[in-house]
């Protein structure tokens, strides 16, 4: 069974402080994991890759756990232009790896709060 | 700078009416995707191209059809509209051949009544 699971919150959070939060996924053969971001009543987009050894960007760090099968997502100084929808993704494939084989959680929804 | 674009952005149907839905990528995408997202249930794959000339079902096909024209464009047509395909439906592309990462398009939000 695809599975990836998310909290959908809402994460209400002050501006300045620091948000994490988690996303499990339960097929440990799954290869490849990204996080998108959707704004309210728009297209998601690619926010970052997860790679194996954890990858930073800017305020944004993103980690791998495959032992315990879980991506997470750190917001460091959080802004009022962060809130929004963050869907974790997975690819699920057992083949070929297309993004046809690509899972999407429902999403967590981060409110910074000024 | 147009990446992916759709066709209409709302449209609102009766049940039993058909429409298409229009996509066209100008990135050199291979792979091609149509994906519908509700309230609580995430994104869903209905239909993808892994390559012109090819299409295939994702997870929730039934009451759609869908055309890949040419590498560019790719449509999803309901033949006749159910009240419970009421969503949003997302057009995405991919550069194909193992390559995740999706580009979307703005969305179409559809009603039926």
């Known amino acids: 069974r695809k599975e990836v699971e998310q909290d959908p919150g809402p994460f209400n959070v002050p501006e300045g402080a620091t948000v994490a939060f988690n996303c499990t996924y339960s097929?440990?053969?799954?290869?490849?994991f990204f996080w998108y971001r959707q704004d309210c009543r728009k297209e998601p987009k690619l926010l970052m890759s997860v790679y194996s050894s954890g990858n930073e960007d800017g305020r944004f760090t993103a980690q791998l756990n495959r032992a315990s099968q879980y991506i997470s997502l750190l917001i460091r100084d959080s802004k009022l232009s962060d809130s929004a929808t963050y869907l974790c993704v997975v690819n699920m494939a057992f083949t070929g790896g297309g993004a046809d084989g690509l899972t999407f959680g429902k999403g967590t929804h981060l409110i910074i709060q000024p | 700078n147009a990446g992916v674009t759709q066709t209409p952005k709302f449209q609102v149907l009766k049940t039993g009416q058909s429409m298409t839905l229009q996509c066209a990528q100008d990135?050199?995408?291979?792979?091609m995707y149509w994906y519908r997202q509700d309230p609580g249930m995430g994104l869903r794959l209905i239909y993808y191209?892994?390559?012109?000339?090819?299409?295939d079902k994702g997870e929730v096909p039934n009451g759609y059809n869908v055309s890949r024209l040419n590498k560019r464009e790719f449509s999803l047509r309901l033949e006749s509209a159910a009240p419970s395909q009421t969503s949003v439906y997302f057009c995405?592309?991919?550069?194909?051949?193992?390559?995740?990462?999706?580009?979307f398009g703005a969305g179409s939000r559809l009603t039926v009544l």
């Open positions: 191209s892994a390559s012109e000339g090819t299409t």
């Open positions: 990135m050199n995408h291979n792979s």
């Open positions: 995405a592309s991919s550069a194909g051949s193992g390559a995740n990462v999706l580009t």
């Open positions: 097929n440990s053969a799954s290869q490849s």
